[in-house]
């Protein structure tokens, strides 16, 4: 079956520029999630969704990220005045309901920040 | 916060050989997963160890627990060239968020 999808794989971008990052996850799993990779390191939690519900924003690292799910489907990830340091990868990642599922994740997306 | 961390090693070995890597965590879990990641993209889902679990196995892979010392290693058996990746692992906690720690790069030599 079709897996998580992330569009576009790589974006680079101007600073100061907005970028849409949108994640098309696995159908019927509920829950989403956001991490952000940068380079040699491990993955940062960014959101998490429930339905079209963000409970858990904490991992968002400034105003200028936001992010919405509608259609208890597609996520957008929206990343204002970008900078350099918002260089990374951008992962998302679903899964079904339960408390031991397995979180499944998408390609990502390369954001080059120039 | 929680966070699964990774001793920070490289490891280089050839085929057919046993690649060994340990994780640390800092406090209580539900369960520990290992995940992969080739050239740096998506990441996929190696196995699942519940708290309750001291040992598990899959394939190739033997993971091990110790929730005593906050503890987890990933054993590859009999490696081959295409288990060259970044193994990650990551504790669950609140929302099921995953905290994964940096990683260990694997290279198996042919």
């Known amino acids: 079956g079709a897996g998580v999808s992330q569009s576009p794989s790589n974006k680079v971008t101007e600073k100061g520029k907005d970028v849409e990052l949108r994640c098309d996850p696995i159908s019927g799993h509920t829950a989403l999630y956001w991490y952000r990779q940068r380079l040699g390191q491990g993955l940062e939690f960014l959101i998490y969704f429930q339905g079209n519900s963000a409970p858990d924003k904490s991992g968002l690292p400034s105003d200028r990220f936001s992010a919405e799910r509608t259609g208890e489907s597609v996520s957008t990830l929206t990343i204002q005045r970008t900078q350099q340091e918002d260089s990374a990868v951008y992962l998302c990642a679903s899964r079904t309901t339960g408390s031991q599922e397995t979180q499944y994740f998408g390609p990502g997306t390369r954001l080059l920040v120039l | 916060s929680q966070q699964g961390e990774e001793d920070p090693q490289a490891l280089s070995i050839q085929e057919g050989e046993n690649a060994t890597m340990n994780c640390s965590y800092k406090t209580s879990i539900n369960n520990l997963q290992w995940y992969r990641q080739n050239s740096g993209r998506g990441l996929v889902h190696l196995i699942l160890?519940?708290?309750?679990?001291r040992e598990k196995h899959s394939g190739r892979l033997r993971v091990t627990l110790d929730t005593s010392k906050k503890s987890s290693s990933l054993l590859i058996t009999a490696s081959r060239a295409a288990d060259t990746a970044s193994y990650f692992c990551?504790?669950?906690?609140?929302?099921?968020?995953?905290?994964f720690g940096k990683g260990n790069q694997v290279v198996v030599i042919p």
């Open positions: 990551a504790t669950v906690y609140g929302n099921n968020r995953l905290a």
């Open positions: 160890i519940r708290s309750n679990e």
